[in-house]
């Protein structure tokens, strides 16, 4: 059996994100957003902290980035996040023009990229990233595997 595929940096970067956001209370997701090879925008889970149905990790990450850049298009851009992102996210994705995005754990229940509405997928998406799951998945997953049993 071949050796497993080692976890990319920028994972590891979301992932340590995701941990700081479940020490903090919250669904334990992270993202980051890269441009040639620098990290210019992350983001970690922060819903319950400002009161923000939108504050997911990957919209706090493209919004620094935007930020960074000083254009809400972020062409040539990736995202990497420790969840596959959901409707919402995954739009905003496509607004941003971002290139790829890298996810660790799918979302069967409330994924919207490879799961659920599959967003990219709709002839009304304006734009279609390069999309790579399971990224990190065994970690991601269990972060929040662990955090969810904490709460039942």
Same mark, same amino acid.
């Given at each position: 059996? @071949?050796?497993?595929?080692?976890?990319?940096?920028?994972?590891?970067?979301?992932?340590?994100?995701?941990?700081?956001?479940?020490?903090?209370?919250?669904?334990?997701?992270?993202?980051?957003?890269?441009?040639?090879?620098?990290?210019?925008?992350?983001?970690?889970?922060?819903?319950?902290?400002?009161?923000?149905?939108?504050?997911?990790?990957?919209?706090?990450?493209?919004?620094?980035?935007?930020?960074?850049? =000083?254009?809400?298009?972020?062409?040539?851009?990736?995202?990497? !996040?420790?969840?596959?992102?959901?409707?919402?996210?995954?739009?905003?994705?496509?607004?941003?023009?971002?290139?790829?995005?890298?996810?660790?754990?799918?979302? @069967?229940?409330? =994924?919207? !990229?490879?799961?659920?509405?599959?967003?990219?997928?709709?002839?009304?998406?304006?734009?279609? @990233?390069?999309?790579?799951?399971?990224?990190?998945?065994?970690?991601?997953?269990?972060?929040?595997? =662990?955090?969810?049993?904490?709460?039942?």
């Amino acid at each position: 059996m @071949p050796a497993p595929f080692p976890t990319p940096p920028f994972m590891h970067q979301a992932l340590d994100l995701a941990r700081a956001a479940g020490a903090a209370g919250e669904v334990p997701v992270g993202a980051v957003v890269v441009r040639a090879g620098a990290v210019i925008g992350q983001g970690e889970n922060r819903n319950r902290r400002d009161n923000d149905p939108t504050a997911h990790a990957e919209i706090i990450a493209i919004r620094a980035a935007a930020a960074q850049l =000083g254009d809400y298009r972020l062409v040539d851009c990736d995202l990497w !996040v420790t969840l596959e992102p959901c409707a919402m996210c995954a739009g905003a994705i496509a607004h941003a023009r971002i290139a790829r995005v890298y996810y660790g754990a799918a979302d @069967p229940k409330g =994924g919207g !990229v490879d799961h659920g509405a599959r967003v990219f997928a709709h002839p009304q998406c304006l734009h279609r @990233p390069d999309v790579y799951g399971g990224i990190g998945e065994d970690a991601a997953a269990a972060l929040l595997r =662990g955090f969810f049993a904490a709460r039942r």
